[in-house]
């Protein structure tokens, strides 16, 4: 697929991506932006995107000019294009997906079958990032497009330590480093710094997670009370479930947070054994192998029992007393 062949003929063009958007949704999402806008000086390019943690904002080139709420009276679109995600999990903007007249995803999770007119899905591929580099004109990158892929790559391959680092990961990645950005404040920024408050609430997780089936899950449950006893956002938690799996012995991390009265947002994460994409799915969610998400709508105490029972039933199917 080259992006182009597909749009070149259309004068409102809509981008967006998964809810609780990462570095990897906004990265795809900016970096197409900006090259379709280069690309295609006279067309509207509209990225539409849920909040995300301001080391994105910060870094991806791009970033500042996305829309987080939909006009009343958006006007529906020559072509919209999903990145990271199926159309059904972008929130307020699948109306805009469904209403545009040239519809287009590009994805790299084993979930999605491809939807759409026209799809690209690659699920050996590392990131969305990696993806969009793939279907743009290589002529037309420059320092800011290739700077909000490179983020994308580094937070999907968690720094290059996730098992979907590859040796074409690599090579990829130092192409896009080439172009002159300070890559390591990137990588520091994004990846590793951290707020106070988010310093906080990692800590409080460890000590509110329990250890279960031999040490082999790590578990921690946050209420929106106890956030908001913190004064902490959905932002103020990013990234714990990862740090949660560092815990010596530990192959799966499981994180669910209360972001509104009932509704749970879940991140799960996983070394070697646990699929966490399909533990994942039995809520409607998605992602990686190792690294996956849902949102729970249903009874958190019952949701608990469900995904305890399908982590156990694999590492059981492993071997794994």
């Not at 990265?27 to 197409?32: A, I």
């Not at 990645?173 to 300070?182: H, I, N, T, V």
Request: hydrophobic fraction near 40%.
């Amino acid at each position: 697929m080259k992006i182009l062949d597909l749009v070149k003929n259309c004068a409102r063009i809509g981008i967006s991506g998964h809810e609780n958007p990462d570095g990897d949704c906004v990265g795809s999402c900016c970096g197409l932006a900006l090259f379709l806008r280069k690309a295609l000086p006279s067309a509207q390019v509209d990225v539409f995107l849920e909040s995300f943690p301001e080391a994105l904002m910060r870094n991806i080139p791009g970033a500042e000019s996305i829309l987080f709420s939909i006009p009343a009276d958006a006007k529906k679109y020559d072509a919209f294009i999903v990145l990271d995600s199926m159309p059904d999990r972008i929130g307020e903007a699948a109306r805009l997906y469904e209403e545009a007249a040239l519809k287009i995803n590009i994805d790299h999770h084993k979930t999605n079958p491809g939807c759409g007119d026209a799809f690209y899905v690659d699920e050996d591929a590392s990131s969305a990032c990696e993806l969009v580099l793939e279907v743009i004109d290589d002529s037309l990158v420059n320092r800011d497009i290739a700077q909000a892929l490179y983020v994308g790559i580094v937070t999907d391959t968690g720094v290059f330590q996730y098992s979907n680092t590859k040796e074409s990961t690599m090579r990829t990645a130092g192409r896009l480093m080439s172009y002159g950005f300070d890559h390591t404040a990137v990588i520091r920024e994004v990846f590793f710094e951290r707020t106070f408050l988010q310093g906080r609430m990692l800590g409080l997780s460890l000590v509110r997670s329990e250890l279960l089936m031999d040490g082999k899950c790590i578990f921690c449950v946050l209420d929106g009370e106890t956030i908001a006893e913190y004064g902490a956002s959905r932002k103020d938690l990013d990234r714990i479930s990862s740090q949660l799996l560092l815990t010596e012995g530990v192959d799966c991390a499981v994180f669910l947070h209360e972001t509104d009265p009932g509704i749970w947002r879940g991140s799960f994460r996983s070394s070697n054994i646990v699929d966490v994409a399909r533990t994942a799915s039995l809520f409607k969610g998605g992602g990686h192998t190792r690294a996956a998400g849902c949102t729970i709508r249903s009874e958190i105490g019952e949701a608990v029992k469900i995904l305890k029972e399908d982590i156990k039933a694999q590492l059981l199917a492993a071997g794994i007393e």
